[in-house]
Nanobody
Framework: QVQLVESGGGLVQAGSSLTLSCAAS????????MGWFRQAPGKEREFVAA????????YYTDSVKGRFTISRDNAKNTVYLQMNSLKPEDTAVYYC???????????????????WGQGTQVTVSS
């Protein structure tokens, strides 16, 4: 069992930056790939970024490449999402997720994640 708690969301203006954090407890989360997803009102939850166990491999959805950076500190059992040049279309609830299996290297597929946080709201005004 893994417990995930996101923090760092808020209301910002377009062009601003935010850093989200995801603190993990329970099962050794450092042994698993981690991901960030987001869900805007009336839309499906979508993949944002993922990072491998060691942090050596990362994967992003096209819309955030060059603006967002995912990282992790395994000593602190924490995953981060640095978001720069935020746009109104980035407005959503952001969720942290832990991979379902040790064999998942890095993935953007929701079905490869088993444990989810409660989400943190990010609102970007124009």
């Amino acid at each position: 069992q893994v417990q995930l708690v996101e923090s760092g969301g808020g209301l910002v203006q377009a062009g601003s930056s935010l850093t989200l954090s995801c603190a993990a407890s329970g099962r050794t989360s450092s042994s698993y790939a981690m991901g960030w997803f987001r869900q805007a009102p009336g839309k499906e939850r979508e993949f944002v970024a993922a990072i491998s166990r060691s942090g050596g491999n990362t994967y992003y959805t096209d819309s955030v490449k060059g603006r967002f950076t995912i990282s992790r500190d395994n000593a602190k059992n924490t995953v981060y999402l640095q978001m720069n040049s935020l746009k109104p279309e980035d407005t959503a609830v952001y969720y942290c997720a832990c991979a379902v299996s040790y064999s998942i290297a890095v993935s953007g597929a929701r079905e490869n994640y088993r444990y989810w946080g409660q989400g943190t709201q990010v609102t970007v005004s124009s």
